[in-house]
Structure formats: structure tokens, C-alpha cells
């Protein structure tokens, strides 16, 4: 009797396995997934991402801390992947959801970026409310966000972006062999994509005193109220309150964030079956439409609301630097005697500053906006634009400023008044001294002096048209007349002359050494030698002079000639006042603390 019983007892057992089997199996799918048959009632999931805070398929809430590219969601089988970049804002230190980049593995990459625009293998493409297919991806707009609708799987997927908030839907989702942040918000360093760790940088930025987390956490918990309490048996408010408290605790309350968070509810209800009444007029929140309109920032700005109206503002990071030093732009760029200013956009923007309506000391001298980088820049060559040329001992300088127009003839003004003055200072150059024999009549020498980049070139010459150059074959004989030329290449001879300071001869390549007989002295032809006459000293870019030719009394037959240059600011007098017989001194502003040698020899 005992025996039969076991029998039909194992007997019973087997029958009651087999019929638990395929409970089993499911059990371990969603064992293994940790997802899989536990998003919500339905089965379908749902995966919210808000500013810096991720609720997941499990609706779990964590925040992502840096600037950096994550994976939401990753299919292990067919290899797609969604990845969302992280960048920061009007803080530092928290981060928003910037893009999102629809990955497969077999086809073109789509990107959901701010702005509601939409690229395709990096093109940019026009999507409307009509639906259109790029790549088996369907893609439409309207005026809360962009939504891309495709198959990975078997699973039918769903992906909102609005600029700040990404919404990823899948119904009844089969065969689930995904990862991500969606999938566990708690693996989030595991699951970081970049490969600089630059973007992992915490900024110490301090907290907001403004800020009263008090208040906060009163206007998050309105998704426990009327309406949104018929919704809170189907969605579970806590998460999305959670994450409304963290960031707006340290996050200032601009750009509609507050109302993102009680959007994303509500969105999440909707998927659920709830339909929330008049939840935007309960809440307080306006009807969402594209902040930037139209306007296409660049990678250092964000879409933001400045003064009630949306725009183009600066990343914090990039922003920081001029804010510390209350710049608006720059550093001023001087080149080849040109001088530009660039003024950041997105700064002039924050200040409701209208840049065409900014001009240099000349009013028709306006900036110029660079389309990508959204930079104005603002010009002068030389002393042109109203630009103001000043000179000390060893300098010359070019200044100008930006300014707002005074000629409005409205009653009022809401434009801040501006002057921002900017200049350009050169060094008047140094010249080493350079030495050579008549076998080498010609010196060239390459001086750069901060912008001034050019060339003086030292010929002599046996004729006064100053056609035929002295060779190594030429025989100079004495009391034979040579003309020597300084000629200048590279400087603006609109603003600058060069002046013949001194010439001497000595007869060895020191100039410092003696003898020492003076040809030009003050710029002037040495009144005790007739044969010496200067010509167009301080008039140009170049001049020159002419003497009869000597030698050394008791030396070997050697003469090096040693000239001093200077440069001199075109707006003065820069012509030496000079008389045969009667030498006299030019105004010392013209003088040079560093000056500039040439040297040439002969022998005979």
C-alpha cells in the first residue's frame, strides 16, 4: 500500500513540473534581464531622462554627474545602441542631456539634438508632423519635440527628445537582451562611452543661496495632487519627484525646467492609459514650444530663455572665463597692421545687447558675425575706422573702441550704453648689428617685433640713380662718390616712416670702436663734411645718403659703415629738421631707446 502511494506521490510531482516549466523559464528571462515583464502592468517600459536625472525601466532614479556620452539602451544581439551626451549649462557643476544618437549597426547613425533638429549620417535633415522614414527609422515633429519610431528585435521602440527631456518607450518588448542606463540606472560609470576622461571633470562651483529647497520640494510635490493623483496608482510619482527635488535644489528654475519634470509625468501617464486634465493650467506651466525657434547654437551655447524670449546663451564653462574678468570678448589680435576684436554672441545676447548696432570710433565701421561660431568681430587696419595712433620712446600705438549708437532718435532705450576700448602696441625694433665687406654690398635682415614682421635691406650703389650695385668686382677708389640705400619691406608706409638716426665709419667691424668719423648725425648730414648729403630720411618706408669715399689714416684700408634706424608714427613730423652748417636736434619723442644698427665695410 505504502509503495503505490510513493508512486502516485512522485507521479503527481512530475506532472505538477512540467506544467511549472514554462513559468520557470520566464522567471529566469526576467531573472536574467532584471527587466523584462517588470516595467509596468503591461509589460511595455518606460525610461525618462530630465536635465542630469535618469528613471529607468525599474524606475529607478539616478543622476549622471559630468559631460560625458552614456549608453540608454544597447541590444546585445542586433548591436543598436542609444547613446545620450551630457553637457552642462548655466552651472558647471550639473549637467543636462544635450543629444541623442540613434546607433545601428547597419545602417546611418540619427541624431536628436536641441532645437528639435534632426541629422542623418551628419546631415541635417527637415522633419515636420508628417511622418517620414530615414533609414527604417520613422521621424516626425511637433511642438514639444522630435519622436523616432523603429523596430530593434522584434521590440517596438519609441524615442522623444525635446532638448531637455528624452522619453524611451517600448511595448511589450520580446527577446530582451538590452543594457543601458534605462535598464539600471545604478551602473552609471560602467556605462560612460567616452573615451576622454576630461569630461569627467568636477567643477567646485558653489551652491545657489538663492535657492530654498523648501519651496522646491512643495512645487515638486504637486504630482501627488489633483490631477496627477488619478494617474499615481498606474506611474509612481516618487521617482519623477525625486528627481525634480535633486536638481532643482541646486539648479536654478529657468528655462521651464520645473515644468519638464511634471511634462515628463504626465507624458508617462499617457503611455499608461491615463489622460490628465488640464494638468499644464494646475501646474502652472505654459504649452511647450521650441525655445530657440529657428536659431541654430553652436557647440558652446545652449537654447535658453533670456529675458522671457528664447536664444542662444553660453555653456558656463566656456562662459567662465569672461565672466571672472567681467570681458565680453577678446583678447585683441594684432597682425600685419591690422587690429581685431571678436565679442562673444551668446554673452551680448544675455545682455540684450543688439550687435548690429555697435560700431567702432567710425560709426560705419560695424561688426561682423561669424554664422557658426555666432563671434562679432570688429576691425582696423592701421588708422583707419577712427583709429587714434599714439608714440612714446620706444612704442607706437593704435587705439580704437566699440560703442553703441547715440543717434537713436527714440524716447527710450533699453540697450545698455557700451565702450569697450581695445589697442595694439608695437615695439619700436631692435636690430643686431650686421658686418659685411664690399665683397658683400648687400645686408638683408628679418626683424619681427611682436605684429611687425618685414624686412631692411643695406645697398651701396656708384651711380645716383641707384641702379648700379657695388659688386665684388667693383673697384671703389678714393674720393669716389657711393650711394647707400635703406629700403624697408613689410611696413605700412601709410603709418609709419623710417628714419636714418646716425651713420659713422670705423675701421673695424665694432661699432663701438675707434677711430669713428660721423657721416649722419641726428638724422642730418654731418655739417663738417660737404661731400655727405642725406635724402628722404623720414619720408617713407626707405631713404637714402651718398659721400665720397676716405680711408682711415694710418689703418689697413678697411671702412665699415654703421647706420641706426628708427621707426617713427607717420602722424608726426618725422622729416629731421635739418640746415647745412647748423645741426639741430629733433624733438626726442622721435628718439629710439633701443636703436636699430646696420653696418657695411670696404677695403681699398
Not at 311 to 317: A, T
Not at 579 to 602: I, T
Request: include cysteine; hydrophobic fraction near 30%.
Amino acid at each position: 500500500m505504502s509503495i503505490i502511494f510513493v508512486f502516485q506521490l512522485l507521479s503527481l510531482i512530475g506532472t505538477f513540473s512540467k506544467m511549472l516549466r514554462p513559468f520557470l523559464y520566464l522567471c529566469a528571462i526576467s531573472a536574467l534581464s532584471g527587466v523584462y515583464g517588470n516595467c509596468d502592468g503591461s509589460g511595455s517600459c518606460l525610461c525618462t531622462v530630465t536635465g542630469p536625472t535618469v528613471i529607468d525601466f525599474k524606475r529607478q532614479m539616478n543622476s549622471v554627474s559630468d559631460r560625458c556620452e552614456y549608453s540608454l539602451l544597447h541590444d546585445q544581439s542586433t548591436g543598436f545602441s542609444l547613446k545620450a551626451n551630457f553637457l552642462e549649462r548655466r552651472r558647471r557643476d550639473v549637467s543636462f542631456v544635450d543629444s541623442l544618437t540613434l546607433d545601428f549597426s547597419d545602417s546611418e547613425d540619427i541624431q536628436l539634438l536641441q532645437g528639435h533638429r534632426v541629422t542623418v549620417a551628419g546631415s541635417p535633415v527637415t522633419v515636420n508632423s508628417s511622418v517620414q522614414t530615414f533609414s527604417g527609422v520613422d521621424l516626425s515633429k511637433d511642438q514639444t519635440g522630435v519622436t523616432a519610431s523603429f523596430s530593434v528585435n522584434g521590440s517596438s521602440v519609441s524615442v522623444f527628445f525635446d532638448g531637455t527631456t528624452a522619453q524611451i518607450y517600448m511595448a511589450d518588448p520580446v527577446n530582451f537582451t538590452y543594457d543601458g542606463l534605462c535598464v539600471d540606472s545604478n551602473n552609471v560609470s560602467s556605462l560612460r562611452l567616452s573615451s576622454d576622461t576630461s569630461c569627467q571633470f568636477k567643477y567646485p562651483d558653489p551652491a545657489d543661496n538663492t535657492i530654498n529647497c523648501s519651496a522646491v520640494a512643495q512645487q515638486c510635490d504637486v504630482l501627488k495632487s489633483a490631477p496627477f493623483s488619478s494617474c499615481n496608482s498606474k506611474v509612481d510619482p516618487q521617482p519623477y519627484i525625486n528627481a525634480c527635488n535633486e536638481t532643482l535644489c541646486k539648479y536654478p528654475d529657468v528655462d521651464g525646467l520645473r515644468c519638464q519634470f511634471i511634462q515628463a509625468y504626465a507624458k508617462a501617464c499617457e503611455k499608461s492609459q491615463v489622460n490628465l486634465q488640464s494638468w499644464m493650467t494646475e501646474a502652472q506651466c505654459l504649452q511647450p514650444k521650441p525655445v530657440c525657434g529657428d536659431r541654430i547654437c553652436n557647440s558652446h551655447e545652449f537654447c535658453g530663455e533670456i529675458n522671457y524670449n528664447g536664444g542662444c546663451r553660453c555653456r558656463e564653462i566656456f562662459a567662465f572665463v569672461y565672466r571672472q574678468s567681467n570681458l565680453l570678448g577678446g583678447p585683441t589680435v594684432c597682425k600685419d597692421n591690422n587690429a581685431s576684436l571678436s565679442l562673444v554672441g551668446c554673452l551680448l545676447n544675455e545682455k540684450s545687447i543688439d550687435y548690429t548696432l555697435l560700431h567702432l570710433n567710425d560709426k560705419n565701421c560695424t561688426g561682423v558675425m561669424d554664422p557658426d561660431s555666432h563671434m562679432v568681430t570688429f576691425g582696423f587696419n592701421g588708422d583707419s575706422c577712427g583709429t587714434k595712433v599714439t608714440e612714446t620712446s620706444n612704442q607706437i600705438i593704435y587705439k580704437n573702441g566699440i560703442m553703441t549708437s547715440n543717434g537713436s532718435s527714440e524716447v527710450i532705450t533699453r540697450q545698455d550704453e557700451i565702450y569697450i576700448e581695445f589697442s595694439c602696441i608695437n615695439k619700436k625694433p631692435e636690430m643686431q648689428t650686421v658686418v659685411f665687406r664690399i665683397q658683400g654690398s648687400t645686408v638683408v635682415q628679418y626683424i619681427k617685433s611682436e605684429v611687425w614682421n618685414y624686412s631692411v635691406t643695406m645697398k651701396a650703389f656708384t651711380d645716383g640713380s641707384r641702379t648700379q650695385v657695388l659688386t665684388p668686382d667693383s673697384e671703389v677708389k678714393l674720393n669716389q662718390r657711393i650711394w647707400v640705400e635703406l629700403e624697408t619691406d613689410g611696413l605700412n608706409g601709410d603709418l609709419v616712416s623710417v628714419v636714418t638716426d646716425s651713420c659713422w665709419a670705423t675701421d673695424n667691424q665694432m661699432s663701438n670702436s675707434t677711430p669713428k668719423y660721423d657721416l649722419i648725425m641726428d638724422g642730418c648730414a654731418n655739417p663738417d663734411d660737404q661731400t655727405v648729403y642725406v635724402g628722404g630720411n623720414g619720408e617713407g618706408t626707405s631713404n637714402y645718403f651718398s659721400f665720397n669715399m676716405f680711408r682711415f689714416s694710418r689703418s689697413t684700408g678697411e671702412v665699415y659703415l654703421h647706420c641706426k634706424l628708427q621707426l617713427c608714427a607717420k602722424k608726426n613730423n618725422c622729416v629731421p629738421a635739418c640746415s647745412r652748417g647748423v645741426r639741430r636736434r629733433r624733438s626726442a619723442k622721435y628718439r629710439d631707446e633701443a636703436p636699430a644698427f646696420l653696418s657695411m665695410g670696404w677695403s681699398h
